[in-house]
């Protein structure tokens, strides 16, 4: 049974930073491309960051310059460092193995308020 277990989520004043890990299980870590999605209130789920097996990232515009997303193979475990958060920046979190046909997390609540 694949398991992708999101944490780190919580809330946040703008300017400040949050690192979220997602531990996963039930897949070989190494063989799958890892991600970040996110998804606002009345938004479609978009793309934030990934991370290929060889560890090439790509990231979102939005987010380029202010996250960074990295992986640990032996521990099976993607993390994304998040800082100089804004607002806009609010939604559920989600980790994935597999880009868009593949796996997903149960997803962690990221707020950025004051």
């Known amino acids: 049974q694949v398991q992708l277990v999101e944490s780190g989520g919580g809330l946040v004043q703008p300017g400040g930073s949050l690192r979220l890990s997602c531990a996963a299980s039930?897949?070989?870590?190494?063989?799958?491309?890892m991600g970040w999605y996110r998804q606002a209130p009345g938004k479609q789920r978009e793309l934030v960051a990934t991370i290929t097996r060889g560890g090439l990232t790509n990231y979102a515009d939005s987010v380029r310059g202010r996250f960074t997303v990295s992986r640990d193979n032996a521990k099976n475990t993607v993390v994304l460092q998040m800082n100089s958060l804004k607002p806009e920046d609010t939604a559920v979190y989600y980790c994935?193995?597999?880009?868009?046909?593949?796996?997903w997390g149960q997803g962690t609540q990221v707020t950025v308020s004051s």
């Open positions: 994935n193995a597999g880009y868009w046909v593949g796996y």
């Open positions: 039930g897949i070989i870590f190494g063989n799958y491309a």
